[in-house]
C-alpha cells in the first residue's frame, strides 16, 4: 500500500473514531480521552442512574393486560437495536443491544436471567453457554481421539452466537390504568434475544429459538451506561434503558394473558400470517381504546 492510501485510510479511520465516540470529543487532549467523561462532566452526573421506577399502589390499578411483542430486527426503525454488528473498526464504545445482554451477563452485573418469560426457572451463565456456542470436533480430530491422542486445537471448530445472528427480541411487558394519574402506562418486565439454533445454525434450516430472559428492572443499570444511535445526529445518542422504555421501537403482539393458559395467537389463527396480524392489531386497539373509552359518558 502507497503511503497516500495509508494517509486515506488513516484519516477514515481517525472520522469514524470521531463521529462515533460518545463524550469528550472536543476537549480531548489524546484520543485515548475520547469517550471517557471529563472531571467536570462526572461531577455534573454524579447520580448518573436510571430513573427509578414510581412505586405503584395496587389499588391503585383499575386495569391491566400482560402482552408479549416481537421486535423484528430487519424493521428499519429497529435498527438502534440491532446495530453494530462489528465493533472492530469503531471500537468498544459502541455496542448492540445483545452485546450489552451478554457483557452484563458475564460481568455479574446482570444476574435475573431466566429460562422463560414467566421467570420460575432462574439460570446462570454456565447454563446458557449451550445455547450460546457450540463445539464440534472434525473427522481428523475423532481419528485422534479414537486412536488415544490428545485432539489438535485445529481440528475443534467452535462457533459463537454474535449480534448479526440475532434475528428478533421477544419482550413481555404491562400495560395499566393508574386511576391516580389518570392515564395508561406501560411497563417491560423481560426481555429475550431470539436466534436460530447455534446447533443448526450454518445449515440453513433452524428455526429461532430464545436464548434466555432478561428481567429487566435488573438489567436497567447496565442499559444506562450504554447508548443507542438512533439517526444521523451522535448528540442525540439516547441509552437503551431510555430507548426501550419509551417505546421507541416498533413491535408485534404474539400473546396476551387470556383464559387458555396464555396461548398465542398462531395456536388459534393457524397458517395465515395476514389474519394473525389483523388479531395482534386488533389486541393493540383494544389496549389503545380502553384509555380513550374512560372518557366517554
Same mark, same amino acid.
Given at each position: 500500500?502507497?503511503?497516500?492510501?495509508?494517509?486515506?485510510?488513516?484519516?477514515?479511520?481517525?472520522? &469514524?473514531?470521531?463521529?462515533?465516540?460518545?463524550?469528550?470529543?472536543?476537549?480531548?487532549?489524546?484520543?485515548?480521552?475520547?469517550?471517557?467523561?471529563?472531571?467536570?462532566?462526572?461531577?455534573? !452526573?454524579?447520580?448518573?442512574?436510571?430513573?427509578?421506577?414510581?412505586?405503584?399502589?395496587?389499588? =391503585?390499578?383499575?386495569?391491566?393486560?400482560?402482552?408479549?411483542?416481537?421486535?423484528?430486527?430487519?424493521?428499519?426503525?429497529?435498527?438502534?437495536?440491532?446495530?453494530?454488528?462489528?465493533? !472492530?473498526?469503531?471500537?468498544?464504545?459502541?455496542?448492540?443491544?445483545?452485546?450489552?445482554?451478554? =457483557?452484563?451477563?458475564?460481568?455479574?452485573?446482570?444476574?435475573?436471567?431466566?429460562?422463560?418469560?414467566?421467570?420460575?426457572?432462574?439460570?446462570?451463565?454456565?447454563?446458557?453457554?449451550?445455547?450460546?456456542?457450540?463445539? =464440534?470436533? &472434525?473427522?481428523?480430530?475423532?481419528?485422534?481421539?479414537?486412536?488415544?491422542?490428545?485432539?489438535?486445537?485445529?481440528?475443534? =471448530?467452535?462457533?459463537?452466537?454474535?449480534?448479526?445472528?440475532? /434475528?428478533?427480541?421477544?419482550?413481555?411487558?404491562?400495560?395499566?390504568?393508574?386511576?391516580?394519574?389518570?392515564?395508561?402506562?406501560?411497563?417491560?418486565?423481560?426481555? /429475550?434475544?431470539?436466534?436460530?439454533?447455534?446447533?443448526?445454525?450454518?445449515?440453513?434450516?433452524?428455526?429461532?429459538?430464545?436464548?434466555?430472559?432478561?428481567?429487566?428492572?435488573? /438489567?436497567?443499570?447496565?442499559?444506562?451506561?450504554?447508548?443507542?444511535?438512533?439517526?444521523?445526529?451522535?448528540?442525540?445518542?439516547?441509552?437503551?434503558?431510555?430507548?426501550?422504555?419509551?417505546?421507541?421501537?416498533?413491535?408485534?403482539?404474539?400473546?396476551?394473558?387470556?383464559?387458555?393458559?396464555?396461548?398465542?395467537?398462531?395456536?388459534?389463527?393457524?397458517?395465515?400470517?395476514?389474519?394473525?396480524?389483523?388479531?395482534?392489531?386488533?389486541?393493540?386497539?383494544?389496549?389503545? !381504546?380502553?384509555?380513550?373509552?374512560?372518557?366517554?359518558?
Amino acid at each position: 500500500m502507497s503511503w497516500k492510501g495509508f494517509l486515506v485510510n488513516a484519516l477514515v479511520l481517525c472520522f &469514524t473514531i470521531a463521529s462515533y465516540g460518545q463524550a469528550n470529543i472536543l476537549n480531548a487532549k489524546d484520543p485515548k480521552d475520547i469517550g471517557k467523561k471529563t472531571e467536570a462532566q462526572k461531577q455534573s !452526573n454524579l447520580s448518573d442512574k436510571p430513573l427509578e421506577y414510581g412505586y405503584v399502589e395496587e389499588r =391503585d390499578i383499575l386495569w391491566s393486560k400482560v402482552v408479549w411483542e416481537i421486535i423484528d430486527l430487519d424493521e428499519r426503525v429497529n435498527f438502534p437495536l440491532y446495530y453494530p454488528i462489528d465493533v !472492530n473498526n469503531i471500537g468498544s464504545n459502541r455496542k448492540s443491544l445483545y452485546n450489552v445482554l451478554i =457483557d452484563g451477563i458475564k460481568s455479574g452485573k446482570i444476574e435475573k436471567i431466566y429460562a422463560d418469560s414467566y421467570f420460575n426457572d432462574e439460570r446462570s451463565l454456565k447454563d446458557i453457554e449451550a445455547t450460546l456456542s457450540k463445539v =464440534d470436533t &472434525t473427522n481428523l480430530g475423532i481419528e485422534q481421539y479414537n486412536a488415544g491422542e490428545e485432539v489438535d486445537a485445529q481440528f475443534i =471448530d467452535r462457533r459463537d452466537l454474535g449480534a448479526a445472528d440475532i /434475528a428478533e427480541y421477544h419482550i413481555r411487558g404491562m400495560w395499566y390504568f393508574d386511576k391516580r394519574m389518570a392515564e395508561l402506562r406501560y411497563r417491560i418486565l423481560g426481555i /429475550a434475544p431470539v436466534a436460530p439454533d447455534v446447533n443448526f445454525i450454518d445449515s440453513g434450516q433452524s428455526d429461532l429459538v430464545e436464548l434466555f430472559w432478561v428481567w429487566f428492572p435488573d /438489567a436497567r443499570e447496565v442499559l444506562n451506561d450504554n447508548e443507542a444511535y438512533t439517526g444521523g445526529n451522535n448528540s442525540d445518542a439516547v441509552s437503551f434503558d431510555h430507548l426501550l422504555n419509551s417505546r421507541r421501537f416498533n413491535a408485534t403482539i404474539y400473546k396476551e394473558d387470556n383464559v387458555y393458559g396464555n396461548r398465542e395467537i398462531d395456536e388459534y389463527i393457524a397458517d395465515n400470517a395476514f389474519m394473525e396480524l389483523l388479531e395482534a392489531q386488533r389486541i393493540k386497539e383494544q389496549i389503545r !381504546n380502553f384509555e380513550l373509552d374512560m372518557w366517554n359518558y
